[in-house]
């Protein structure tokens, strides 16, 4: 089966860093664009980022350029997301998403709906 694994959640005061990890098992990836969202309790899904099958392309959301930064190992079949000055408006459950058809950044950044492979989500929780 194919399947997304997220890791690297936790709790983080104001200001401090995460880096997400993203495993895929099942198959290869290489080839797939890969991303993340996120959802806060009573919160529309968010696009976060995404990152072509080359690493030659990424898009990020307005509300973390800057702070945020995608990766991947494709040879692992894995891709990261280091979050750096983390605020209280990043508590969410961040989702890891792969696809099989070529990144549109104006896709991802418009709706989820359409993404296929999805992970079980990693709690991140910012304090003040």
């Known amino acids: 089966q194919v399947q997304l694994v997220e890791s690297g959640g936790g709790l983080v005061q104001a200001g401090g860093s995460l880096r997400l990890s993203c495993a895929a098992s099942?198959?290869?990836?290489?080839?797939?664009?890969m991303g993340w969202f996120r959802q806060a309790p009573g919160k529309e899904r968010e696009f976060v980022a995404a990152?072509?099958?080359?690493?030659?392309?990424?898009y990020h959301g307005d509300s973390v350029k800057g702070r945020f930064t995608i990766s991947r190992d494709s040879a692992k079949n894995t891709v990261y997301l280091q979050m750096n000055g983390l605020k209280p408006e990043d508590t969410a459950v961040y989702y890891c998403?792969?696809?099989?058809?070529?990144?549109?950044?104006?896709?991802?950044?418009?709706?989820?709906?359409?993404?296929?492979?999805w992970g079980q989500g990693t709690l991140v929780t910012v304090s003040s």
């Open positions: 990152i072509n099958w080359s690493s030659t392309n990424t």
């Open positions: 998403v792969a696809d099989p058809h070529p990144l549109d950044g104006v896709i991802w950044r418009a709706t989820y709906k359409s993404l296929e492979v």
């Open positions: 099942g198959r290869t990836f290489s080839r797939y664009a």
